[in-house]
């Protein structure tokens, strides 16, 4: 990868810029519009919101105002958790596209594999839930559809019914959170790891060992983690709401770290903490 507009390619062809921009904890109104306007103008072109993010209609503002072209920008949104099933999906894609101003989406993700108010039922639900997901995609209304926090378990329940595999998941990774197992067996079924909490949520910023290694490169922790995520094969998705770091998190194309510094970040075994347990959220 050289640029923020360089790509990877999903299972179906479809492509999709290195870097997302994030946008959880981005709030609704002048700072989403801000921090995605100033997102677009340091040459970022994916945007990653969600429903349960309550910010789709800034980021569509932001992307609408930006003067790029909409096929330009790879958008991502998400299914809420307190949605599930055929029609309710439906329903809750097409209020996204009408929040976000546009008529189609790049990528589409269930959120959480097992939300709490459907602790007893979510294979049922998440199956019923993909159905409609797969309408939206032969019917070309979405690029690309994925999932979000599904680990092993969670993704064999999908494929028992699913006639698209999913080509996207997005999961927690960030230095010392490296979730081996969800990793491989995703990509086994061929699916692309996107990185959430790359900076994780700005603790790894404070790990010694990461400060240690960002001054030998002469550059920020944060461009260190997101460089290593990407020398990992994963998409990152940092967030910041600070236009001068928004830059920064973007010029990670001029070093490269050393084999050994890339197994040395993964090791830092939960240096700024683990993933939540999917099965046990309690939203
Ligand atoms: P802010 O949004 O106030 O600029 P993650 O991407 O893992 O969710 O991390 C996001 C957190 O890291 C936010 O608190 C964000 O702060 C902070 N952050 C993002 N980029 C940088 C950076 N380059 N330097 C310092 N803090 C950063």
């Not at 294979?123 to 690309?144: C, F, G, H, I, P």
């Not at 990793?183 to 010694?208: C, F, H, I, T």
Request: neutral net charge; glycine residues 8%.
């Amino acid at each position: 990868m050289k640029a923020l507009t360089d790509t990877y390619t999903l299972s179906n062809g479809v492509r999709i810029p290195c870097v997302g921009f994030g946008t959880w904890q981005v709030a609704d109104g002048r700072e989403a519009v801000d921090a995605v306007t100033s997102a677009l103008e340091a040459g970022y072109r994916h945007i990653d919101t969600a429903q349960g993010y309550y910010n789709e209609e800034s980021v569509g503002k932001a992307v609408r105002q930006s003067g790029v072209n909409r096929a330009d920008i790879f958008i991502t949104s998400k299914l809420e958790n307190g949605v599930r099933g055929y029609q309710e999906t439906l329903d809750a894609f097409d209020k996204s596209l009408d929040r976000l101003g546009t008529d189609y989406m790049d990528l589409f993700l269930i959120h959480w594999p097992v939300p709490s108010k459907f602790r007893e039922n979510w294979q049922q639900m998440n199956a019923q839930t993909w159905k409609a997901m797969e309408e939206l995609y032969q019917n070309r209304r979405v690029r690309a559809l994925g999932i979000s926090n599904f680990r092993r378990h969670h993704i064999d329940e999908l494929l028992k019914t699913a006639a698209v595999g999913p080509m996207v998941n997005q999961i927690r990774l960030c230095p010392g959170d490296t979730q081996d197992d969800t990793v491989n067996y995703s990509r086994e079924k061929g699916m692309l790891l996107e990185a959430y909490s790359p900076l994780g949520v700005g603790d790894v910023l404070q790990v010694p060992e990461m400060k240690e290694i960002a001054e030998k490169y002469g550059r920020s922790v944060a461009q260190v983690a997101i460089r290593w995520s990407l020398q990992r094969g994963y998409l990152p998705l940092p967030k910041s709401v600070t236009p001068a770091r928004i830059r920064e998190n973007a010029r990670v194309f001029d070093f490269e770290l050393s084999p050994q510094d890339v197994e040395r970040i993964a090791g830092l075994k939960g240096c700024a903490g683990f993933s939540h347990d999917p099965d046990k959220i309690t939203w």
